[in-house]
């Protein structure tokens, strides 16, 4: 079966523009989490979604936002981009959330 | 959540097993034990979880101690596929849907 897709794979932006990351979980999982990877902090939760609803969200500013559409595909969006937001995003996938997370390969955003 | 403490770095000889051990003295009746594997340039993968007995898969098993504070991930063979950074978490189902990576076991493997 096809796994997590990320779209893009690479991405370069200029500080203060905005950007958006796609991500199109397993086909019958409803659960789509966003982690951030930097050298310096690792991997952080972002937020996860479920049925379309955010249920949970890490410690970042504002600026990072998702969403979740019904056909389970999710994406986020960071405004006013920093050069501290340079990193690999993550997107993981699962039934409801519980064990067993699958992730995509990542979007790595270069923010120069 | 409860926190975890991995060695930095595990050096293992092809074909040999691997003992990858984690301390979590603070653990939780509710925590499962979850461990997850990074290969270089791909996301996290998913390798095994268990409460409170062993566990196997195709993968790798679960030692868990019987007090819980520890555990340890046993790679039967390992190859040079194996290698990468294994990450130790323990999820509390009922406290939110998010894995807290810690920094991990980068595992090198020598032919």
Same mark, same amino acid.
């Given at each position: 079966?096809?796994?997590?897709?990320?779209?893009?794979?690479?991405?370069?932006?200029?500080? @203060?523009?905005?950007?958006?990351?796609?991500?199109?979980?397993?086909? @019958?999982?409803?659960? &789509?989490?966003?982690?951030?990877?930097?050298?310096?902090?690792?991997?952080?939760?972002?937020?996860?979604?479920?049925?379309?609803?955010?249920?949970?969200?890490?410690?970042?500013?504002? %600026?990072?936002?998702?969403?979740?559409?019904?056909?389970?595909?999710?994406?986020?969006?960071?405004?006013? =981009?920093? !050069?501290?937001?340079?990193a690999l995003y993550l997107c993981a996938s699962s039934l409801t959330g519980?064990?067993?997370?699958?992730?995509?390969?990542?979007? %790595?955003?270069?923010?120069? | 959540?409860?926190?975890?403490?991995?060695?930095?770095?595990?050096?293992?000889?092809?074909?040999?097993?691997?003992?990858?051990?984690?301390?979590?003295?603070?653990?939780?009746?509710?925590?499962?034990?979850?461990?997850?594997?990074? !290969?270089?340039?791909?996301?996290?993968?998913? &390798?095994?979880? @268990? =409460?409170?007995?062993?566990?196997?898969?195709?993968? /790798?098993?679960? /030692?868990?101690?019987?007090?819980?504070?520890?555990?340890?991930?046993?790679?039967?063979?390992?190859?040079? %596929?194996?290698? /990468?950074?294994?990450?130790?978490?323990?999820?509390?189902?009922? /406290?939110?849907?998010?894995?807290?990576?810690?920094?991990?076991?980068?595992?090198?493997?020598?032919?």
């Amino acid at each position: 079966k096809a796994g997590v897709t990320q779209t893009p794979r690479y991405l370069i932006k200029t500080r @203060g523009q905005q950007v958006t990351l796609s991500c199109s979980p397993i086909s @019958g999982h409803r659960s &789509v989490s966003w982690y951030q990877q930097t050298p310096g902090q690792g991997l952080q939760f972002l937020f996860e979604y479920f049925s379309e609803t955010q249920r949970n969200k890490g410690n970042f500013p504002g %600026r990072f936002s998702g969403r979740q559409f019904s056909n389970s595909r999710s994406e986020m969006n960071v405004s006013t =981009l920093e !050069l501290g937001d340079s990193a690999l995003y993550l997107c993981a996938s699962s039934l409801t959330g519980g064990h067993g997370y699958t992730f995509g390969s990542g979007t %790595r955003l270069t923010v120069v | 959540d409860a926190k975890t403490t991995q060695p930095n770095s595990m050096e293992s000889n092809e074909e040999e097993p691997v003992h990858l051990p984690c301390n979590h003295s603070t653990i939780s009746g509710t925590d499962y034990i979850h461990w997850y594997r990074q !290969l270089p340039s791909q996301g996290p993968e998913y &390798v095994i979880h @268990g =409460l409170t007995s062993n566990v196997n898969n195709r993968m /790798a098993s679960l /030692a868990i101690a019987e007090d819980r504070k520890s555990s340890t991930l046993i790679l039967h063979r390992a190859t040079l %596929r194996d290698a /990468a950074v294994y990450y130790c978490i323990l999820r509390d189902l009922g /406290a939110g849907n998010m894995l807290t990576f810690g920094g991990g076991t980068r595992l090198m493997v020598k032919p």
